[in-house]
């Protein structure tokens, strides 16, 4: 079993930049593949991005707001961090971001947030117009 905290979070003009990190507990951290959601209120959780367990692969999400471009997920598994660099911050990336793991699929699966065991308890982004 592993428990997420993020962090990082907090209030940024549009234009600017945030990085989060969500520290992982455990010894086994290199076993899990991680990933990045969001959530607008009232609205349905959303993928973001993911990482294998190597961090050889990464996925974005690829959608009319896609983040592709201006974020970065890495990892770093020496430390159990994962990250998410976010550039060029919208308005419309205003939501609460929370880190998951899985033990399951180094794959595209990792956009599917039913692949995901684990999950942080969400950090507040909110990014000013």
């Known amino acids: 079993q592993v428990q997420l905290v993020e962090s990082g979070g907090g209030l940024v003009q549009a234009g600017g930049s945030l990085r989060l990190s969500c520290a992982a507990s455990?010894?086994?951290?290199?076993?899990?593949?991680m990933g990045w959601f969001r959530q607008v209120s009232g609205k349905e959780r959303e993928f973001v991005a993911a990482?294998?367990?190597?961090?050889?692969?990464?996925?974005?999400?690829d959608s009319a707001d896609s983040v592709k471009g201006r974020f970065t997920i890495s990892r770093d598994n020496a430390k159990n961090t994962v990250y998410l660099q976010m550039n060029s911050l919208k308005p419309e990336d205003t939501a609460v971001y929370y880190c998951?793991?899985?033990?399951?699929?180094?794959?595209?699966?990792?956009?599917?947030?039913?692949?995901?065991?684990?999950w942080g308890q969400g950090t507040q982004v909110t990014v000013s117009s």
């Open positions: 990482i294998t367990r190597s961090g050889g692969t990464t996925y974005y999400a």
């Open positions: 998951a793991a899985t033990v399951y699929g180094d794959s595209a699966s990792l956009q599917q947030q039913s692949q995901y065991q684990y």
């Open positions: 455990g010894r086994t951290f290199s076993t899990y593949a």
